[in-house]
């Protein structure tokens, strides 16, 4: 019987193992998807050489390609080059893949000499407080009627508590889209405000990492509020929050209600990841401190709080600029 050394074996092959093993770490199913589908565009350009044979100059030459060369094909039509934030994750897939493959497969790891492609964040803006109040007055009124028989009128909606019981949830505990459509009744606690975000894919966690975040006052009324109307409200195995005919909300369903709130509140770019993006801010801006906050986000490092903590200190600078007392009061 012949045998080969755990390296020679086809790339395509490697795939099936890496994915095997991110899914049973427990990475959500859409993190996998992404490996498996850029590895196999990777096999597709290259050929499907043994793993023991890339090296770091196949590596440097296809993110060269897929930066200069590879034209998108978008779904809207659109053909703009890839974004430098795009280009990294490629690179930590291959980052990925190879840690795997040398503990595994024995063979050396191409990435370590390859410097990670840079990117400069997109500037992080987050909701004023104006703008929360007219989205939530928009979860609770339709926009105004006027027929041409009667008064003016404005109804309530009938999703009003939902609508604005996940506004409240997402600016006031961070959670990500991913996280808020997998919590579950049992999940949240109506005297302490606290949800458990589960470990794992059943939680929805990036990384598979389960956390305990909070709700103040304010989120865990209109919760609670919410959930005492509901038929099902006691049932510690149902979602949290429902669409239609108790379904749990999905990525997408939660992404179109957000964007229908903020058109009709006026606010513009509106989407999930913005609460968290503005959370954090405010957690900081009103002292909270930068290792709890990466705890309450789920972050596996000090990156992004950092990031968020320089937004912040420029917060202040900016705030101490226009109130100054010495300046205001000519000293």
Same mark, same amino acid.
């Given at each position: 019987?012949?045998?080969?050394?755990?390296?020679?074996?086809?790339?395509?092959?490697?795939?099936?193992?890496?994915?095997?093993?991110?899914?049973?770490?427990?990475?959500?199913?859409?993190?996998?998807?992404?490996?498996?589908? +850029? $590895?196999?565009?990777?096999?597709?350009?290259?050929?499907?050489?043994?793993?023991?044979?890339?090296?770091?100059?196949?590596?440097?030459?296809? +993110?060269?390609? %897929?930066?200069?060369?590879?034209?998108?094909?978008?779904?809207?039509? #659109?053909?703009?080059?890839? @974004?430098?934030?795009?280009? =990294?994750?490629?690179?930590?897939?291959?980052?990925?893949?190879?840690?795997?493959?040398?503990?595994?497969?024995?063979?050396?790891?191409?990435?370590?000499?390859?410097?990670?492609?840079?990117?400069?964040?997109?500037?992080?803006?987050?909701?004023?407080?104006?703008?929360?109040? =007219? %989205?939530?007055?928009?979860?609770?009124?339709?926009?105004?009627?006027?027929?041409?028989?009667?008064?003016?009128?404005?109804?309530?909606?009938?999703?009003?508590?939902? #609508?604005? &019981?996940?506004?409240?949830? $997402?600016?006031?505990?961070?959670?990500?889209?991913?996280?808020?459509?997998? +919590?579950?009744?049992?999940?949240?606690?109506?005297?302490?405000?606290?949800?458990?975000?589960?470990?794992?894919?059943?939680?929805?966690?990036?990384?598979?990492?389960?956390?305990?975040?909070?709700?103040?006052?304010?989120?865990?009324?209109?919760?609670?509020?919410?959930?005492?109307?509901?038929? #099902?409200?006691?049932?510690?195995?149902?979602?949290? /929050?429902?669409?239609?005919?108790? =379904?749990?909300?999905?990525?997408?369903?939660?992404?179109?209600?957000?964007?229908?709130?903020? #058109?009709?509140?006026?606010?513009?770019?509106?989407?999930?990841?913005? /609460?968290?993006?503005?959370?954090?801010? %405010?957690?900081?801006?009103?002292?909270?401190?930068?290792?709890?906050?990466?705890? +309450?986000?789920?972050?596996?490092?000090?990156? %992004?709080?950092?990031?968020? &903590?320089?937004?912040?200190?420029?917060?202040?600078?900016?705030?101490?600029?226009?109130?100054?007392? @010495?300046?205001?009061?000519?000293?």
């Amino acid at each position: 019987m012949n045998h080969r050394a755990p390296g020679q074996i086809p790339f395509s092959r490697a795939i099936t193992g890496f994915v095997n093993y991110k899914t049973a770490e427990g990475l959500s199913l859409r993190t996998v998807s992404g490996y498996q589908d +850029l $590895l196999e565009d990777w096999v597709k350009y290259t050929g499907d050489m043994p793993v023991s044979r890339v090296r770091p100059s196949d590596i440097s030459n296809y +993110l060269n390609y %897929m930066r200069t060369e590879y034209v998108p094909r978008r779904l809207s039509g #659109d053909t703009r080059p890839l @974004a430098p934030k795009t280009l =990294r994750n490629f690179y930590i897939t291959f980052a990925s893949f190879f840690t795997w493959a040398s503990k595994e497969l024995g063979v050396e790891n191409p990435v370590k000499e390859i410097p990670a492609p840079r990117f400069q964040r997109n500037p992080v803006n987050p909701f004023t407080q104006e703008e929360l109040q =007219r %989205m939530l007055k928009a979860c609770l009124y339709a926009r105004e009627a006027a027929p041409s028989n009667r008064r003016r009128f404005v109804m309530r909606r009938h999703t009003a508590n939902r #609508d604005e &019981a996940i506004i409240l949830t $997402l600016v006031d505990s961070g959670v990500r889209a991913s996280e808020l459509c997998s +919590l579950k009744i049992e999940d949240f606690d109506p005297k302490r405000g606290a949800l458990v975000i589960k470990h794992g894919i059943e939680g929805g966690a990036k990384g598979g990492k389960g956390r305990t975040v909070y709700l103040g006052k304010t989120a865990r009324s209109a919760v609670w509020r919410y959930l005492a109307g509901r038929e #099902d409200g006691e049932e510690q195995g149902a979602p949290l /929050f429902v669409v239609l005919r108790g =379904r749990p909300f999905t990525r997408s369903s939660l992404e179109h209600l957000i964007k229908r709130i903020g #058109d009709r509140a006026g606010v513009k770019n509106v989407y999930p990841h913005k /609460f968290r993006h503005t959370f954090a801010i %405010m957690y900081l801006r009103s002292g909270g401190d930068v290792f709890t906050l990466q705890i +309450l986000l789920g972050h596996g490092s000090l990156d %992004m709080v950092r990031y968020y &903590a320089q937004i912040a200190q420029v917060d202040v600078e900016q705030a101490h600029n226009r109130a100054s007392p @010495a300046d205001h009061w000519r000293l």
